[in-house]
């Protein structure tokens, strides 16, 4: 399990099975994503610390310091940044 800070508020933990866009539903969070396949990049998002390990082929734009969270799984604890969530208190910051 390994912590994951979702836009410096919300935290939850990523079990190793898990992808982190799983990991924020099973918590509650309503994060934006379409394919859920790496070829959208609709959950696209800032890893500012920590390692992802990816599970699938990322086909979306990505700039190097970000991610795709519905082909990823944590590697360590980990920072995302700039998610776009849909629950109204993250969606406000
Ligand atoms: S939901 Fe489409 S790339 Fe993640």
Known sequence: MHKVTIN???KL???KSSTLLEA???SGLKPEF???DGH????RCKLSSGEVEYIGFAMAYLKSDEILPCICRAKSDVQLED???HNEILSAS
């Open 8 to 10: 410096k508020v919300a």
């Open 13 to 15: 933990v990523n079990s």
């Open 24 to 26: 924020m539903e099973t």
């Open 34 to 36: 379409n394919c859920r």
């Open 40 to 43: 959208c990049g609709a959950c």
């Open 83 to 85: 998610v776009n969530i």
